[in-house]
């Protein structure tokens, strides 16, 4: 399968998903330009909906060349399990959730996002109770993963264009 869409997934989409969300589309735009992949994010719950990402998340994401300012929070739609070719969850407890809401015949396309990741983590911790240092923890974090899910999906679409 050729990802065309990934959704990347948290809780209340202000910390986590919007932050992979920003570091995977420059990363599509800096070294992967001839890949044409839809990028967004969500969240299980509807706390935050049309909220900017948090200001610690900003403020660290800035810290690194990166705005996320023009992103809003949304929750995840039945639709969304349909539209993209992976949900990737920060975490176990976003996975179960997505899980649990997933329609028939879509479930294979939920997955953690760490899965991707070099680190040994299983898990994008939620920084929104924590320090300054937690932002940076999952900054260092989602730019490993998204490094191993743009090399995953190069070989993906290697791989379909040494089968046909």
């Known amino acids: 399968m050729a990802y065309k869409a990934i959704l990347f997934v948290c809780m209340g989409n202000i910390c986590r998903s919007p932050t992979a969300e920003g570091v995977f589309r ?37 810290r690194r060349k990166l705005d996320l300012s023009t992103q809003r929070a949304r929750q995840v739609m039945v639709e969304d399990f349909e539209r993209f070719d992976l949900l990737l969850a920060m975490d176990e407890d976003n996975y179960a959730v997505l899980q649990s809401r997933c329609p028939p015949g879509y479930r294979e396309k939920i997955r953690l996002f760490l899965d991707y990741g070099s680190m ?8 929104y109770y924590g320090g300054d240092a937690g932002f940076e923890h999952v900054l260092d974090l989602i730019e490993d993963a998204a490094r191993g899910l743009l090399a995953e999906l190069r070989r993906v679409v290697q791989d379909r264009v040494n089968n046909t």
């Open 120 to 127: 040994g983590e299983r898990n994008v911790p939620d920084p």
């Open 26 to 62: 420059r990363l599509l735009e800096e070294e992967a330009g001839d890949l044409r992949v839809e990028v967004d994010s969500a969240g299980t719950h509807a706390y935050h909906t049309g909220s900017e990402p948090d200001h610690r998340a900003q403020a660290a994401a800035l």
